[in-house]
């Protein structure tokens, strides 16, 4: 689920060339990422991203992260010294990152203006969605490219995914947690610690294999799954295919909205009182930007709003809590499987 806040165009070509200049002079004499100032192992680095080349020179030693996602895939490949801002929160950061993330500017809660951006003089950019990237968004790439700073979009929003409608895009093949494990081996990849990034990959995937261990996929078939992320007037209810999908498809449960492509279609609550879902996943946001964020403000609605408060989820206090990002293409989709995998379990939905 995409930031709401309203973005700050590139205002004029000055900005452009005085931002080229800082830049060019912030490279002048910088660090190539090794340590004896001879060039690194593997670099130039060229990857395809996003229907993109990217070449990222040297590894990155002033990076900015203009997503929360790919903050978190950078603070866990331990490479908070080299953020050199990052922006766009919808929750706290990631249990075990506190320490990493407290030694890290956070530029903006919301996306920042490209001004921001280029103040912190980044060598590297890098976001979860490829609207941050886009007009409409903090900038396009094609902008920050012509500085030459060099960006990078989570596969996980574009491999299977069209983003030209609108809103938060629709899926043209369902999500698999292979688009987030590249994510983290290009990333791992791109800074210079290829093995780092194998390291993480190996510790989520044993989650992954952990959180559904016992879980008899004939039982959980019977249990159906809503998932909502954000808004009571107008909720962003998960499609079939996106993170939720991911987390629905490997405890073998059913997405009550799995007859619909796009990532968070916004529908009605009648609609969702009809097809009366066994359990809810609710986001637990902290950010403030639509209403019924937090998981109190939206179990608060569902027991007061005469069309929800019916519903057997409801009525049976059947929800299961999720941070934003856990509910997004993240490795947090990872923590998302493992409190679904438990409420199911506790709900007796699951073995």
């Known amino acids: 689920m995409l930031s709401t806040a309203t973005p700050v165009p ?86 075990g990152l506190e320490k990493a993330n407290a030694g890290v500017e956070r530029i903006s809660e919301n996306r920042p203006s490209p001004e921001k951006v280029l103040d912190k003089e980044p060598d590297f950019l890098s976001a979860s969605f490829a609207s941050t990237l886009a007009k409409g968004g903090v900038a396009p790439r094609e902008q920050f490219e012509k500085l030459g700073v060099p960006t990078y979009i989570s596969p996980a929003d574009c491999v299977g995914k069209d983003n030209s409608g609108g809103g938060d895009g629709a899926r ?4 698999t947690m292979d688009s987030v494990y590249t994510e983290v081996r290009e990333l791992a990849q791109v800074f210079g610690v290829p093995e780092r990034g194998d390291a993480l ?4 995937r044993a989650r992954v294999d952990k959180a559904t261990d016992g879980i008899d996929a004939s039982d959980a078939s019977d249990a ?37 492509q796009d990532e968070w279609p916004q529908i009605s609550w009648e609609t969702v009182a009809d097809r009366n879902p066994d359990v809810l996943v609710i986001g637990d946001l902290s950010r403030t930007t ?21 519903m057997d989820a409801v009525k049976n206090r059947r929800y ?27 709900f007796g939905l699951a073995g």
């Open 320 to 346: 299961v809590l999720l941070s934003g990002q856990a509910m997004n293409p993240t490795i947090r989709t990872v923590e998302g499987l493992e409190r679904v995998a438990a409420g199911l379990r506790d």
């Open 10 to 95: 590139i205002r004029n070509a000055a900005l452009l060339a005085a931002g080229l200049l800082l830049l060019t002079a912030c490279g002048e004499g910088g660090s190539t990422g090794a340590a004896d100032g001879k060039k690194a192992d593997g670099f130039p680095l060229t990857l395809k991203n996003c229907g993109r080349t990217v070449t990222v020179k040297a590894p990155p030693q002033q990076a900015v992260s203009v997503d929360q996602g790919s903050t978190e895939i950078l603070l866990s490949l331990g490479l908070a010294d080299r953020i050199a801002g990052t922006a766009t929160w919808s929750d706290p950061v990631m249990k």
């Open 290 to 310: 639509q209403t019924a964020e937090s998981a109190e403000k939206k179990i608060e609605f569902l027991e007061s709003n005469p069309v929800t408060k019916t």
């Open 224 to 260: 159906s799954l809503l998932y909502w992320f954000s808004d009571s007037k107008a909720p962003y209810l998960a499609g079939c295919c996106g993170a939720p999908g991911v987390i629905t498809k490997e405890l073998g449960a059913k997405n009550v909205f799995d007859d619909t």
């Open 172 to 175: 043209t093949a369902p999500l």
């Open 201 to 204: 990959v190996k510790k989520l």
